[in-house]
């Protein structure tokens, strides 16, 4: 079990998970939690061979001021974290331990945390290296009032097991600050597959801000994928919203409906289908 928490919804304590499948995925959460950081002048960490204009989500950003203000840290991965080429969980930690020293003796109000591990995993007894390190890592940060970490995977290079051991050791996991946000909907944008999460309501009221966030969904893929596991309600306007949306995008297009609830499922019972071309419902 786990809890899914937006980018701006993370506290500290929070050990977070990012189990992304695309670098806009990893730029889209990242880039936000690093602008958001240094916005709120915490110290942000970052454990990376990349340099300040390549990191995910700032790309041609120049961040020189805030690592000369002390207020972004970028330290190499041989530095951070490798002993004769090999991730050092013990070496990690205590990179982690003397940051927070140097952030306490600076009175930041607060740290965060991040490295993509995914090379680690590939490495001899990797998959146990990289567990003993977010095991010892969660009983640093959990107790914490300052420290917010995010663990990055790389779902490309990780393996179904891997996947299930990471997942077992992280109960936040990280997603997209939603991209329309009120009282009465929430519309959030997916990646593994392309797509969007709507929770709770969608009425003709927010029918603009529903047409909007497809539009923001990139081109080129046949299928996007709408989860509504939590949507209470469907509006028969979003319905045509949608046959039209896939007209736009071409003949081979389609909107896939996916974990829809019996609520939901009734409305699309009574209209049809058939009298709505371009939209299935994903029955696995």
């Not at 497809?214 to 949608?242: K, V, W, Y």
Request: with cysteine.
């Amino acid at each position: 079990m786990f809890v899914r928490r937006s980018v701006r919804d993370l506290l500290p304590g929070d050990h977070a998970w990012l189990p992304f499948g695309s670098p806009d995925e990893q730029a889209h959460v990242i880039g936000a939690w690093i602008e958001q950081g240094l916005r709120t002048r915490d110290r942000v960490i970052y454990v990376t061979d990349a340099e300040h204009w390549e990191l995910p989500g700032l790309y041609g950003r120049d961040l020189r001021p805030a690592i000369r203000a002390g207020f972004l840290s970028l330290i190499p991965v041989g530095e951070a974290c490798l002993t004769g080429g090999m991730f050092d969980p013990e070496k990690m930690l205590q990179t982690l331990s003397d940051e927070l020293a140097k952030a306490e003796e600076q009175e930041f109000r607060g740290v965060r945390f991040t490295s993509e591990m995914s090379w680690a995993l590939a490495q001899p007894f990797g998959d146990t290296r990289v567990e003993v390190c977010e095991r010892e890592m969660d009983e640093r940060v959990a107790p914490s009032v300052t420290v917010t970490a995010i663990c990055q995977t790389d779902l490309r290079r990780c393996s179904p097991a891997q996947f299930d051991l990471l997942a077992a050791r992280h109960e936040v996991r990280v997603v997209p600050d939603p991209d329309f946000d009120d009282p009465v909907l929430s519309i959030t944008r997916t990646y593994s597959p392309p797509g969007l999460r709507l929770r709770g309501e969608l009425d003709a009221a927010r029918h603009t801000h529903f047409v909007e966030a497809l539009n923001s969904l990139p081109p080129g893929d046949d299928e996007i994928q709408l989860d509504l596991s939590e949507l209470d309600f469907l509006s028969l306007g979003a319905l045509r919203t949608m046959v039209e949306y896939t007209r736009r995008r071409g003949a081979r297009s389609a909107v896939v409906l996916h974990r829809v609830p019996p609520g939901v499922r009734a409305t699309l019972e009574v209209v049809g289908l058939h009298r709505l071309p371009g939209i299935r419902l994903d029955e696995d």
